[in-house]
């Protein structure tokens, strides 16, 4: 067990529909990252937050967003849901960025996302 | 811009045969890089790791790696296989130099081990 917690484990909903996925990182770590892997794209990073700011960005759709809340945890909102949209979404968190270099991820279980 | 390539999406071994998963890398500078495991069903968890200290690295389950920069390589080994082995391996580089930042996944490669 990471010690980080994503909710829900499995969602399914329709097409053009918007979902939150919700993850609690390790106690006491600041930054959240949150992935998407996909069968065709693989593991993706989306975007980081370190302690309540948007800290880096990779492949984030403009109908995605994400935030950190005062008390470290973070959602993923995901709007106008397509087919191409199901996934596993990953969130990760580690202990507080030092410089440039972040220290180590752990990962939670994943939300499967299903868009029917 | 730092990638990694993985050159096997499937490796297939017996029980107590040694392991090896092939990885490439591509980098404008020492990277920082990693091997992560996917059990079905459970996140990932970091298996090793190097960032540019000693370039044979050990990890946990008796798993290790060795970075080679003449031949921009990070191939995972393990002397003998055991059934718990059998899961999905990454390859990752991270864009930080020293850092976790950013982490680029290779492809995965599927280990499965048979009896």
């Known amino acids: 067990d990471s010690g980080v917690t994503q909710t829900p484990k499995h969602l399914i909903t329709a097409t053009g529909q918007r979902v939150t996925l919700r993850c609690s990182p390790r106690?006491?770590?600041?930054?959240v990252y949150w992935y998407q892997q996909s069968l065709d794209q693989g593991l993706q990073f989306l975007i980081q937050?370190?302690?309540?700011?948007?800290?880096a960005k990779g492949n984030i759709l403009e109908r995605f967003s994400a935030q950190q809340f005062p008390d470290l945890h973070s959602e993923l909102n995901l709007s106008s849901l397509e087919l191409g949209d199901s996934a596993l979404y990953f969130c990760?968190?580690?202990?507080?960025?030092?410089?440039?270099?972040?220290?180590?991820?752990?990962f939670g279980p994943g939300t499967r996302l299903t868009v029917l | 811009a730092q990638s990694v390539t993985q050159l096997d999406s499937h490796v297939s071994v017996s029980e107590g045969t040694p392991v090896l998963l092939r990885c490439n890398y591509s980098?404008?500078?020492?990277?920082?890089l990693f091997w992560y495991v996917q059990h079905p069903n459970k996140g990932l968890q970091l298996l090793l790791k190097?960032?540019?200290?000693?370039?044979l690295v050990k990890g946990i389950n008796g798993f290790e790696a060795e970075f080679k920069k003449s031949e921009t390589s990070f191939h995972l080994t393990k002397p003998s296989a055991h059934m718990s082995d059998a899961a999905e391996y990454f390859c990752?580089?991270?864009?930080?130099?020293?850092?976790?930042?950013?982490?680029?996944f290779g492809a995965g490669t599927r280990l499965a081990v048979h009896p």
């Open positions: 990752v580089v991270s864009e930080v130099p020293g850092g976790y930042n950013k982490l680029i």
């Open positions: 990760a968190s580690s202990a507080q960025v030092t410089g440039l270099a972040a220290n180590e991820q752990f």
């Open positions: 937050y370190y302690n309540g700011e948007e800290r």
């Open positions: 106690s006491g770590d600041l930054s």
């Open positions: 190097y960032t540019s200290a000693a370039t």
């Open positions: 980098s404008s500078y020492s990277p920082s």
